[in-house]
């Protein structure tokens, strides 16, 4: 028996065979665009999936006929793979995520204490007053805040069947639908989660939440990097990353943390720009002074130097933490400082997605290695 004929086939030879096979017209091979899937390998018998995006594909029989002329150049005569080959399509795959949602914005910072929730509940109000359908999901597992700033601590989303689903129907105030693992945990005790369970809390979250039609679903994240915002981008297509800082050095030495995360290769996901918060403390019966007392536009300095839109900046004001402490956020009164503030980063970040939807491809999943 021949030295090719006794080797042992593992999947790695078949992904390595595939790549070799270009999906017409693309630069990309079929491995690239995740194509073979459920890769079977029964002595020289050699099996698995080729999904396709769409059932009308006119490239189905010449993929089929390329894949099984690689397999055989690469891995020898004998390998048997006529009729091994099964044509699927995504659809049959697995059930879309958040099929009506347009946008997804994470809502990051690279260190706590920079008024993170805050900046995320205050810009998905502004949204819903600017006449968009808003949700926003608060994935800050270890320190959810969300339900305490719009006023709904005691209050618990109610679950709805929807087709062969159970799903959690989001609350709803401010024309923003939210929703909150602060809802199903006792407020008074600490959340000790291990990383596995805080990732499925949140995907949980965002696959029975019962959002509906949205054009921007904020996704508040936890301070810094994690498991969580891994979690994120390897469930749904992040469509792009609003970052919030304050003018601290500090703040700011952890922002270009957080900015490289989403935009390394591995992850992909554009940062639509930055928010400076507490850029200025202003007394509210003395509107026109400015006190700098975190530092003078940091956040505007480091956006040009990162290349990156500054979003808006965010003055202190006493309301801001009135509001917050009594679920009434500052940005549902747009005639004070700060609903103005929040209005000028709800028009910024629509423009932002608007550009970034017309001039780059739709994000993609991260997809979890496996070699």
């Known amino acids: 028996m021949a030295e090719s004929q006794r080797k042992l086939i593992v999947p790695k030879d078949v992904t390595d065979a595939l790549r070799t096979v270009k999906y017409p017209g693309s630069e990309e091979d079929v491995v690239q665009l ?7 390998i029964a002595g020289q018998r050699v099996s698995f999936s080729l999904v396709f995006q769409k059932s009308n594909d006119p490239n189905i029989e010449a993929l089929v006929l390329a894949c099984e002329e690689a397999i055989k150049k690469y891995l020898g005569e004998q390998v048997e793979i006529e009729d091994n080959i099964a044509v699927k ?5 697995e059930r879309p995520v958040l099929p009506n949602v347009k946008n997804i914005v994470a809502i990051a910072s690279g260190k706590g204490g920079v008024g993170k929730s805050t900046v995320a509940v205050n810009t998905a109000v502004a949204l819903a007053k600017s ?3 808003v949700g926003l ?4 597992i270890f320190g959810p805040s969300i339900p305490k700033m719009f006023g709904v601590e005691g209050e618990r989303p109610a679950g709805v069947k929807i087709g062969d689903r159970e ?5 709803e105030k401010y024309g923003v639908k939210f929703l909150s693992v602060g809802f199903f945990v006792d407020t008074d005790s600490a959340i000790i989660w ?5 990732s499925n809390a949140l995907k949980q979250l965002i696959s029975e939440g019962n959002w509906g039609d949205l054009d921007y679903l904020l996704i508040d994240l936890p301070p810094g990097t994690s498991d969580i915002h ?3 981008v390897q469930s749904v297509p992040v469509t792009g990353a609003v970052i919030v800082t304050t003018p601290q050095d500090v703040a700011l030495a952890d922002v270009v943390r957080g900015t490289s995360m989403f935009q390394s290769k591995s992850v992909d ?4 720009g930055l928010v400076e918060n507490m850029a200025w403390f202003t007394p509210e019966e003395l509107p026109e002074n400015k006190y700098y007392i975190f530092g003078k536009e940091g956040g505007k300095r480091l956006a040009d130097k990162l290349g990156l839109p500054l979003l808006g900046q965010i003055p202190i004001v006493q309301s801001i933490r009135e509001g917050g402490d009594e679920g009434t956020p500052v940005a549902a009164n747009g005639d004070t400082i700060t609903g103005q503030a929040f209005a000028e980063v709800a028009d910024k970040v629509k423009h932002r997605v608007h550009l970034r939807n017309i001039q780059m491809a739709p994000t993609k999943k991260v997809k979890i290695s496996r070699k």
Request: glycine share 6%; no cysteine; charged share 20%.
């Open 34 to 40: 995740e194509m073979p899937q459920e890769i079977r």
């Open 89 to 93: 399509f995504i659809h049959d795959m």
């Open 131 to 133: 006449g968009a359908k």
């Open 137 to 140: 999901l608060d994935a800050d």
């Open 167 to 171: 799903m959690i129907n989001p609350l």
């Open 194 to 198: 291990r990383g596995p369970m805080a």
């Open 230 to 232: 891994l979690t994120l």
């Open 269 to 272: 996901v554009p940062v639509l």
